[in-house]
């Protein structure tokens, strides 16, 4: 089966300019996932949706960041506008059941 | 609230080795765990979980993890270090007793094999 396919990977961007990333889950998952992975950290998440309905964005900076699933398929993130702290991997992943996901490569996010 | 803590931010073990990878967690139902494995300018690749069943779990590439319930612990180990499985490791886990999905990771161990 074709894996998570995210776009752009690599992102270079000047403070408070704006960015949008793009998500496209494995067919057939309902739960699509956004995380943020700083360099040397673990992945931290930032939204969850379940279809097209957010089950979890307490972690979504939702001053600048904003994310849509709208036909409950592939999800944009957006950031607007990018700060340098900002500047990470930013993971989409998909699940069906809720023990296995399913990671894309990311898209890498410098802010300058 | 779930959380994972992986102590080590380096492990170095000479190839032909085994080694370990060090992982305990806490949540507050039933842990559902998980080992990934992240190459440089990669995603993270699936190795082995933890849902219910055998404490000792196999996963790809000959690795297994050792679920310890008393000690909150799901060490991931290999008996024999390869100089290809240098990479950065993530533990993660969430709760499987409620409907939140969500996987929270660890800090991530990064392991160097030496030739």
């Known amino acids: 089966e074709a894996g998570v396919a995210q776009s752009p990977r690599y992102k270079i961007i000047e403070k408070r300019q704006s960015v949008a990333f793009w998500c496209n889950p494995i067919?057939?998952?309902?739960?699509l996932y956004w995380y943020q992975q700083i360099l040397g950290q673990g992945p931290k998440l930032l939204i969850q949706?379940?279809?097209?309905?957010?089950?979890?964005d307490s972690q979504l900076p939702k001053d600048r960041f904003s994310a849509e699933r709208l036909k409950g398929v592939d999800s944009t993130l957006k950031i607007q506008p990018a700060k340098l702290e900002d500047s990470a991997v930013y993971l989409c992943?998909?699940?069906?059941?809720?023990?296995?996901?399913?990671f894309g490569s990311g898209t890498r996010l410098t802010v300058v | 609230a779930q959380s994972v803590a992986q102590p080590e931010d380096q492990v170095n073990v000479a190839e032909g080795n085994p080694l370990t990878v060090k992982c305990t967690y806490s949540?507050?139902?039933?842990?559902?765990l998980f080992w990934y494995v992240q190459y440089p300018n990669r995603g993270l690749q699936f190795l082995l979980k933890?849902?219910?069943?055998?404490?000792l779990v196999k996963g790809s590439y000959g690795f297994e993890a050792e679920f310890n319930k008393s000690q909150t612990s799901f060490h991931l180990k290999k008996p024999s270090a390869l100089v290809s499985d240098s990479a950065l490791y993530f533990c993660?886990?969430?709760?499987?007793?409620?409907?939140?999905?969500?996987?929270?990771f660890g800090s991530g161990t990064q392991l160097t094999v030496l030739p």
């Open positions: 992943a998909s699940s069906s059941t809720g023990h296995g996901y399913t």
């Open positions: 067919s057939g998952h309902a739960t």
């Open positions: 949706f379940q279809n097209n309905g957010v089950v979890d």
């Open positions: 949540v507050s139902g039933n842990p559902y």
């Open positions: 933890y849902i219910t069943g055998d404490n």
């Open positions: 993660a886990v969430r709760d499987g007793s409620g409907s939140a999905r969500q996987l929270t």
